[in-house]
């Protein structure tokens, strides 16, 4: 059995932490859907930032050869947003393969990124790391976002790092966020 590992889609702080069962600093309700199913009892681990328009970008280890991208609506957020913050709403499933072309036999799992602007359009993308795949909206104050923030999620045979914790700072492509076994 291998491990792969997913990282810090950007340099931030960690606001929701699941194993806590409760958010550091926020609150709201959240759909646990979009393709994923249960997301960590529902509550997804949330990482703050502080700019609007910041890039959101997959990292994870070498020997995940490639992904698919599949735009993802509705997710999370039991709440109606403001006009003009759709975004909310609105994320990425990426799913993780360890062959090339997206190989359904190689499959691993998929991490769900959402409260996303600009998403990467559907596709198969080749040696990811690296991969753009949207950028932070502003702050709506719309009960499920209080500060400018993605939701991750993750499904299929991975763990969240135990070593996490509220509060924590992460460091785009280097803090260790979900491992994943297959």
């Known amino acids: 059995m291998s491990q792969y590992y997913i990282y810090a889609p950007f340099s931030g702080q960690i606001w929701a932490y699941p194993p806590s069962g409760s958010y550091c600093y ?20 949330d990482i703050g930032a502080g700019w609007d328009g910041a890039g959101i970008y997959f990292h994870a280890s070498t020997n995940v050869l490639s992904v698919q991208t599949i735009r993802q609506k ?16 609105k994320g990425v499933l990426v799913k993780l393969y360890w062959g090339l072309n997206a190989d359904p036999s190689s499959y691993i799992g998929a991490v769900l990124y959402a409260h996303i ?3 990467i359009a559907n596709g198969i993308y080749n040696n990811p790391n690296g991969l753009l795949i ?14 400018i923030h993605i ?3 993750k499904s299929g045979g991975a763990i969240l790092n135990p070593s996490l914790y509220c509060g924590q700072f992460t460091s ?6 979900y491992t994943f076994f297959a």
């Open 26 to 45: 926020l609150t709201g309700t959240h759909y646990p859907g979009c393709g994923l199913g249960s997301q960590e009892d529902g509550k997804p681990m």
């Open 74 to 89: 509705n997710c999370l957020c039991n709440v109606m947003p403001p006009e003009g913050y759709g975004f909310i709403n």
């Open 117 to 119: 602007k600009n998403r």
């Open 134 to 147: 949207g950028t932070l909206g502003p702050d709506c104050n719309c009960d499920c976002s209080r500060g």
């Open 151 to 153: 939701h991750m999620a």
């Open 172 to 177: 785009r492509g280097g803090t260790l966020i």
